[in-house]
């Protein structure tokens, strides 16, 4: 009697290694995005540095050219449909496709929803998502054809999943993210696309220090109570998650082979959030 032996055979479509892949950054000139641009571009990939400001993103570059990596600076306002759209031609025309978007750039504002103002909650919706729409929709066209593929990671946050006070429009767009994810790895799969959100808890970047002394004023707290008692409370061991992990998440998930991850979320908040 013979056994029929099963033998697991990876898909070849979408390896591990990033050696020249392009790799498109938004908000790549600070933080989050900065550090995710460089694990990628010290991993072999080409790592496109978007952010609003031609300057900050090129001195980005350069440091990561520095370093012997390869880099590219753009001028790209997520929210900008021209700007976006002739971005990603620009990334096509140079490097010849997007294999990995990661949607980053983002903002915040810190208010009580009945002090909210409408531009405000309108502007965080523009950034955070017409921004995330408007980059995936004109790197999909690039990763369809010739069904050549590709990973999308949203940057989320903890706020995909939880609510905090004063956050209205983030913890909503945020939210949002998640929506968007899960239907791009729908529409995606045949065209060997993935899509998924990585889901940070606070991190100390330019964002974060912004909002210590915004939510200290706003509930008449010390900027240290915000930090320990609203931010950190409820992680496992009372630290800030850093930038390089999350960017070493980015990494896993852009690098995976298959579809056996996408439309997921991964929290990377030292478990402050355990979904
Ligand atoms: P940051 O302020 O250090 O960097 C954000 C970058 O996005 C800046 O370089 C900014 O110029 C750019 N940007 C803003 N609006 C833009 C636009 N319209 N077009 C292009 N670029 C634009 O902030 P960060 O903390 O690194 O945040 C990056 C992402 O991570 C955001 O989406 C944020 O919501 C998310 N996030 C941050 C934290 C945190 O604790 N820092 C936690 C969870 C999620």
Redesign the pocket.
């Known amino acids: 009697m013979h056994t029929k032996v099963l033998v697991y055979k990876p898909k070849e479509s979408y390896g591990r290694g990033m050696d020249n892949k392009v790799v498109l950054v938004?908000?790549?000139?600070?933080?989050?995005?900065?550090?995710i641009a460089e694990v990628f571009a010290q991993n072999g990939a080409i790592a496109v540095i978007?952010?609003?400001?031609l300057s900050?993103a090129s001195a980005t570059a350069d440091e990561i050219r520095s370093q012997g990596y390869k880099a590219m600076p753009i001028a790209?306002?997520?929210?900008?449909e021209a700007q976006v759209d002739r971005g990603v031609g620009q990334i096509i025309q140079e490097h010849g496709a997007v294999d990995v978007l990661v949607?980053?750039?983002?903002?915040?504002h810190i208010a009580p929803i009945d002090q909210l103002q409408l531009a405000d909650w309108k502007k965080m919706m523009?950034?955070?998502l017409d921004?995330a729409f408007l980059t995936t929709r004109a790197c999909l066209r690039s990763m369809y054809a010739g069904r050549r593929g590709g990973s999308i990671i949203y940057?989320?946050?903890?706020?995909s999943k939880e609510a905090s006070v004063l956050k209205a429009p983030?913890v909503t767009a945020?939210h949002g993210l998640v929506g968007l994810c899960k239907v791009v790895a729908k529409e995606g799969a045949s065209h060997n696309v993935r899509a998924n959100v990585v889901?940070?808890?606070?991190?100390?970047?330019?964002?974060?220090d912004?909002?210590i002394p915004e939510q200290a004023k706003s509930l008449g707290i010390s900027e240290e109570r915000v930090i320990k008692e609203i931010?950190l409370k409820e992680t496992v061991d009372g630290e800030?998650?850093s930038?390089a992990e999350?960017a070493d998440a980015v990494f896993f998930l852009a690098s995976f082979k298959g579809n056996a991850l996408t439309g997921q979320s991964l929290i990377v908040s030292h478990g402050w959030c355990m979904q």
């Open positions: 938004t908000g790549a000139a600070s933080g989050i995005g900065r550090k978007a952010d609003l400001d900050k790209m306002n997520v929210a900008d949607s980053c750039a983002g903002i915040q523009t950034v955070h921004g940057i989320g946050s903890v706020h983030y945020k889901c940070p808890g606070f991190v100390r970047t330019p964002l974060v912004q909002q931010m800030f998650t930038t999350v």
